[in-house]
């Protein structure tokens, strides 16, 4: 089950509240857009897979870069504000991420992208596999997920612990999430083929102060993301 399918978590009122949150929010807008983005850095002419593009925000800032970007969603409400934001030309497909990429050709990217997606992902070698075959040889994932570090703080117990757990969101929604420690996430990633290039802990930017002074202070001080640039072999 994706988070896009549990009880209609990031549908409905759920999709609506995160495409517009995402626009502007310090922990999307102002920690993860900024690192993930300069991972992926100068991608003019590239072609890009976005997986699980959500509203559309990370294929609006790589197409104003020049790349051609194709975004891979299971939420139909996200679509729907991904389209509104990109226009009818764009490259989009609705489609469970539990399940392989079938409607895509052996390295036909040159790069994926995979923002704060991993974590609510059960079949995660499945699509680790999917994406090392989309890829080029030499191509790169970039992708974001929480910080081995945040599961422990929000849901305690053993840092070791690996198993499924279910966040809250805003006391509303709650939705799957997988808690696991560093060092299974990067055997998971360095198992399924890929070479680790570069590690980040984001920081906030400076408008996030401007927005919240509290969160940029906390997120200036405990990690809650984790960014990484791999490549295919």
């Known amino acids: 089950?994706?988070?896009?399918?549990?009880?209609?978590?990031?549908?409905?009122?759920?999709?609506?509240?995160?495409?517009?949150?995402?626009?502007?929010?310090?922990?999307?807008?102002?920690?993860?857009?900024?690192?993930?983005?300069?991972?992926?850095?100068?991608?003019?002419?590239?072609?890009?897979?976005?997986?699980g593009c959500g509203a559309g925000h990370y294929m609006t800032e790589l197409g104003a870069r020049g790349a051609e970007v194709t975004g891979v969603e299971g939420s139909a409400e996200l679509l729907s504000s991904a389209r509104d934001r990109l226009?009818?030309?764009?490259?989009?497909?609705?489609?469970?991420?539990?399940?392989?990429?079938?409607?895509?050709?052996?390295?036909?990217f040159d790069g994926a992208l995979m923002a704060l997606v991993f974590h609510h992902i059960e079949a995660r070698r499945t699509l680790l596999d999917e994406l090392l075959r989309v890829v080029r040889p030499g191509g790169w994932l970039v992708m974001s997920t929480f910080h081995p570090t945040r599961y422990w703080e929000l849901f305690g117990?053993?840092?070791?612990?690996?198993?499924?757990?279910?966040?809250?969101?805003?006391?509303?929604?709650t939705a799957p999430v997988w808690r696991m420690p560093l060092e299974a996430l990067m055997t998971e990633l360095l198992d399924a083929g890929f070479i680790l290039e570069q590690l980040r802990e984001p920081r906030p930017t400076?408008?996030?102060?401007?927005?919240?002074?509290?969160?940029?202070?906390?997120?200036?001080?405990?990690?809650?993301?984790?960014?990484?640039?791999l490549r295919r072999p």
């Open 157 to 173: 117990g053993s840092y070791f612990t690996a198993e499924k757990v279910e966040a809250d969101f805003l006391d509303r929604w």
């Open 206 to 229: 400076p408008r996030a102060a401007e927005i919240s002074e509290r969160h940029f202070r906390k997120l200036s001080t405990e990690p809650k993301f984790l960014a990484l640039r």
């Open 1 to 51: 089950m994706t988070i896009d399918e549990a009880n209609g978590v990031f549908d409905g009122d759920m999709g609506k509240w995160y495409a517009e949150h995402a626009t502007d929010s310090i922990y999307n807008a102002h920690y993860d857009r900024p690192a993930v983005l300069d991972l992926i850095g100068p991608c003019e002419g590239q072609r890009i897979l976005d997986v």
């Open 87 to 108: 226009g009818e030309a764009a490259r989009l497909r609705q489609h469970d991420l539990e399940t392989p990429l079938g409607f895509l050709d052996d390295a036909s």
